[in-house]
């Protein structure tokens, strides 16, 4: 079964650069959310969309935004990139189509690693 | 604000033993995820708990949810090696389209031989 897709796996940026993640979603899935995991750490909620709207955001720093685009694919876009950027991203997808009796179940993609030197 | 609590959060057990996991978290919700990871990797989708009273298995693996106590049970049957990894609880508590996962601190588990 086809599954999430994040591009690229591995990025090393310098501080103050700037930085794209790629997520795309399981076919037919229509909402995208977006998750940081520091080492050794539980992954925390930055944002989602569902439908190409901005449906719930997190913890996610100004120097962050995110959008959906048409075809459901994601975009992260990161800015002046700081040291503490650096974590594992994730990119997860969900199917709104069976409605709120569906589990909802979010499926992870394989994350993008990024380090900030 | 919701607080999801996991503990143990370390554990080494032997091959052949049981033991359980436990997660509670601290605002009403129905909706309850449970994730395994492997170190560097993905997360993967092992239960989706819906209602109070839910139980379910897949292989040595069983879990259950008690809404009212605000409790989640992970319970690991006669372990096996390849069960070693991180488990995660995580909780739904807006059940909105798009609403966010809060995860627990996650339970590093160690099966040895």
């Known amino acids: 079964a086809a599954g999430v897709i994040q591009s690229p796996r591995h990025l090393i940026k310098e501080k103050r650069e700037t930085a794209t993640l790629k997520c795309y979603p399981i076919p037919r899935h229509d909402t995208v959310y977006w998750y940081q995991q520091g080492p050794g750490q539980d992954p925390q909620f930055l944002i989602s969309f569902y439908e190409k709207m901005q449906s719930d955001k997190g913890s996610i720093p100004d120097r962050f935004s995110a959008q959906q685009f048409s075809d459901y694919h994601s975009e992260l876009n990161m800015s002046s990139l700081e040291l503490g950027d650096s974590a594992l991203y994730f990119c997860?997808?969900?199917?709104?189509?069976?409605?709120?009796?569906?589990?909802?179940?979010?499926?992870f993609g394989p994350g993008t690693r990024l380090t900030v030197l | 604000e919701l607080k999801v609590e996991q503990n143990p959060l370390f554990l080494s057990m032997q091959e052949g033993k049981n033991y359980t996991i436990y997660c509670n978290y601290s605002t009403t919700s129905d909706r309850l995820y449970w994730y395994r990871q492997d170190p560097g990797k993905s997360l993967e989708s092992l239960f989706v708990?819906?209602?109070?009273?839910a139980v379910k298995q897949e292989g040595r693996l069983m879990a259950s949810l008690d809404t009212k106590a605000r409790l989640s049970t992970l319970h690991i049957t006669a372990a096996v090696h390849d069960l070693s990894a991180t488990y995660f609880c995580a909780v739904d508590m807006q059940g909105g389209r798009g609403s966010r996962l809060t995860f627990g601190e996650g339970t590093q588990l160690t099966v040895n031989p």
């Open positions: 708990l819906l209602s109070n009273g």
């Open positions: 997860a997808s969900s199917s709104g189509l069976a409605g709120r009796s569906s589990t909802d179940t979010q499926y």
